[in-house]
């Protein structure tokens, strides 16, 4: 199974959350796609919530199923709440984490910036969106990338929200920032019930 990368308005309706940002177009129609959106309110099954908050998950961090299950399962063999280590290491994924410093205006330009060899970890060039960062990584845009018009603008625009995510530390004027640490679970913005994951997985 490929990668979504279709109508992001269409995924968010059928999930029933702007899980890709803020959309005009969702706010005017919050119901399912379709020409019986607006009629279907039957109720779902423990299996079908479970479902669905997998693939809010998914879409949310840009993973195939086979990402999310491998990391599920790394997640599931740590000592500790395998939910919290699940949204731990989605948080620590480096593309993700350019998104949250700001250095992109969403995950799936971060993604395109990292693939196209824009970011650099500790000094070391890195093109793998999927890239484990660990507390006191450096990540940085590269040299030669730091005159890219929408790397300066999402900086401009995104990079003080920064502030508001205690294990990242950022300086727009080096193009630089910290993963500091592991986020705890309230300290996630993401509105995901972990639990019903580990519950789907858990069968």
């Known amino acids: 199974m490929a990668r979504y990368t279709g109508p992001t308005t269409k995924k968010a309706r059928a999930i029933g959350e702007p899980i ?9 129609k919050k119901y399912p796609p379709g020409q019986h959106g607006q009629s279907r309110r039957r109720q779902k099954s423990n299996y079908g919530l479970q479902l669905m908050e997998k693939q809010k998950a998914k879409y949310t961090y840009g ?8 990391l599920f399962k790394k997640a599931a063999r740590k000592q500790g709440v395998t939910g919290e280590i699940l949204l731990q290491y989605l948080e620590a ?17 971060a993604r395109q910036l990292v693939t196209h060899k824009n970011i650099m970890v500790n000094g070391a060039l890195v093109n793998i969106p999927s890239y484990q960062l660990r507390p006191g990584d450096v990540v940085s845009v590269r040299a030669k990338s730091r005159g890219k018009e929408v790397i300066v603008r999402s900086i401009e625009q995104n990079a003080p929200a ?5 294990w ?21 913005p993401e509105n995901i019930n972990e639990q019903l994951i580990v519950e789907l997985y858990s069968k």
């Open 63 to 70: 993973l195939l199923e086979r990402q999310f299950r491998n």
């Open 93 to 109: 994924r480096l593309d993700n984490t350019v998104f949250r410093l700001g250095m992109a205006p969403t995950r799936r330009a």
């Open 20 to 28: 890709f940002g803020f959309d005009k177009s969702f706010e005017r």
């Open 168 to 188: 990242l530390e950022m300086n727009p004027d080096t193009m630089t920032g910290v993963f500091l640490a592991y986020p705890q679970r309230h300290e996630i």
């Open 162 to 166: 920064t502030k508001k995510y205690s």
